[in-house]
C-alpha cells in the first residue's frame, strides 16, 4: 500500500506517522523544502520519544522512518492508491492542487482532503473524475487521536466511500462519516461548549474560572470552555466558529462572540501567547472560582441543553447517524458521554422545557429547539430504547 501525503505540516506529518506505522509506504511532499525538513526532524524526535518510553522497538521505529519519502516533487505519487491532501486551508490553492495530482495519480487511487471548513464538493468539482474525490477528516494530534470522519461529497462514488473506510480502520482509527456540510460533526456540535460559556460570562452570570469548575467538576468534561479556547487558541478557535457561521448563512445559533473576537485582536491568544482568559506569565494569579454548586449545575445544565440540541438537530438533519453522533463527540473530543445518552438520562421533556425558557427570556434563534427534540417529547420516545 502506497500512500502520498500533500503538505508537511502539522497534520501531513502527524497522518505520515499514523500511515507509516499501519505498514504504508508514505510519501510526503511539500512545495516548502524547509517544512519538510523540520517534517522529518519532527517524526525522528516523536519516534525516538516513543522508543524511550518503551512503547516502539528500535528497530520499529527505524523501519517506520524507513517508510516515508520526503519529496520535493509530487511525481513520485505516480503508484499510490490513496493520496491525502493538508495543505493549507485555501479553496482555490486545492483545487489547482487536486487538478495537478489528478493527471499523476493512477485512475484509481482515492484522492482525500483534509480540510476542516471547505465543502468537499467543491474540491472534488476540480477533477476530472469527481467520484474517487472524499473528505477524510483527522484531528490534532493525529496520531494521538481515535476518531477519523469521512465524508463523502455529492460526487463521491459509494466504491470510493467504502474503500477509504476500511483503508482507515486498517490503521487502527475510529471511523464516523459525516454529511458535507460546515463543521461536519465534530466542529458544529461542539459549538455552543464556546458559544453558550461566552455568553454566560457576557451576561455577567459567572467569570471563567467558575464555569470551568462548573463543565470539568460537576459535568465530568476533561477541560472547561475556557482554559480549551486558551488552549487551542483565540486565532484557530474564533475563526472556526466565525467560519461556521458564516457557511450557514448567519445562523444565530453560530453567532462569534465580541469578547473573543477582542482578545484576538489583542494579540491574547492563550497560552501560546501567556494570556488569554487566563493569565499563563510566571507568577500570575489567576482568580480562583466561586464553587457554588447551585449556581455551577445550572451553568453546566445551560451549555449541556444547548450541546443536546446541537446533537439532536445534526441528527434531525441526517449529517450523520446517531451512533456516529455519540462516537464523534465521545472520541473526537472526549467528551465524558454521548450527548443522546444524555439526553435520554435528563429527559427529553426536560431538554424541550429548558430550550423554550431560554427562548421565551431571549427571544432569539439560537435557543430555538430541534423539531426532533419536540416530536419526541411529545411521542414520548427516546433516543435509546
Ligand atoms: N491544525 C489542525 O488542528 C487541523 C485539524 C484538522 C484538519 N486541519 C486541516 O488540515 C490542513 C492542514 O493544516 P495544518 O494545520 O497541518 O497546516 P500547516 O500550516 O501546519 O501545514 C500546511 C503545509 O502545507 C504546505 N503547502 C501549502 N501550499 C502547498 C502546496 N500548494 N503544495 C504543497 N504543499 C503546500 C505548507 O508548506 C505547509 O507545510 C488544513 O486544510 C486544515 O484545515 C487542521
Not at 439526553?343 to 431538554?351: L, P, S, V
Amino acid at each position: 500500500m502506497k500512500t502520498g501525503i500533500i503538505g508537511s505540516g502539522s497534520m501531513g506529518t502527524g497522518i505520515a506517522q499514523v500511515a507509516a506505522t499501519a505498514g504504508h509506504e508514505v510519501v510526503l511532499y511539500d512545495n516548502n523544502s524547509a517544512a519538510l525538513g523540520r517534517a522529518r526532524k519532527s517524526l525522528q524526535k516523536v519516534l525516538a520519544r516513543l522508543v524511550e518510553k518503551g512503547k516502539l522497538e528500535q528497530k520499529e521505529s527505524a523501519a517506520i522512518l524507513g517508510r516515508i519519502s520526503f519529496v520535493d516533487s509530487m511525481y513520485a505519487y505516480q503508484d499510490t492508491r490513496l493520496i491525502i491532501e493538508a495543505i493549507v486551508e485555501n479553496l482555490e490553492i486545492k483545487k489547482a492542487v487536486f487538478e495537478q495530482v489528478e493527471d499523476i495519480v493512477p485512475n484509481d487511487c482515492i484522492m482525500a482532503t483534509n480540510t476542516s471548513s471547505l465543502s468537499v464538493a467543491s474540491i472534488a468539482a476540480a477533477c476530472k473524475d469527481p467520484s474517487r474525490v472524499i473528505g477524510i477528516h483527522f484531528f490534532n494530534p493525529a496520531p494521538l487521536m481515535q476518531l477519523v470522519e469521512i465524508i463523502p461529497a455529492v460526487q463521491t462514488s459509494a466504491a470510493t466511500l467504502e474503500r477509504s473506510i476500511g483503508l482507515i480502520r486498517s490503521c487502527g482509527k475510529t471511523t464516523v462519516v459525516a454529511k458535507d456540510t460546515p463543521g461536519f460533526i465534530v466542529n458544529r456540535v461542539a459549538r455552543p461548549f464556546y458559544g453558550e460559556a461566552l455568553r454566560i460570562l457576557e451576561e455577567g452570570l459567572a467569570d471563567a474560572p467558575t464555569v470551568d469548575w462548573a463543565m470539568t467538576e460537576l459535568g465530568g468534561f476533561r477541560m472547561g470552555p475556557f482554559a480549551l479556547m486558551d488552549y487551542i487558541g483565540h486565532d484557530v478557535n474564533y475563526t472556526v466558529t466565525e467560519t461556521v457561521f458564516q457557511s450557514f448563512y448567519y445562523d444565530p445559533r453560530y453567532k462569534p462572540s465580541f469578547t473573543q473576537k477582542r482578545l484576538m485582536e489583542a494579540g491574547w491568544l492563550g497560552r501560546k501567547t501567556g494570556r488569554g482568559f487566563y493569565d499563563y506569565r510566571e507568577g500570575a494569579q489567576n482568580p480562583e472560582p466561586t464553587k457554588d454548586k447551585k449556581l455551577g449545575k445550572q451553568i453546566l445544565w445551560r451549555i449541556l441543553v444547548m450541546l443536546i440540541n446541537e446533537a439532536a438537530d445534526a441528527l434531525y438533519l441526517n449529517i450523520a447517524s446517531r451512533d456516529d453522533i455519540e462516537l464523534a463527540m465521545t472520541k473526537g473530543v472526549n467528551y465524558p458521554k454521548g450527548l443522546l445518552q444524555w439526553a435520554d438520562e435528563k429527559g427529553i421533556n426536560h431538554c424541550v422545557a429548558t430550550l423554550g425558557r431560554l427562548h421565551a427570556e431571549y427571544l432569539e434563534g439560537r435557543y430555538r429547539c430541534s423539531p426532533l427534540l419536540r416530536r419526541m417529547a411529545r411521542e414520548g420516545r427516546r433516543f435509546f430504547q
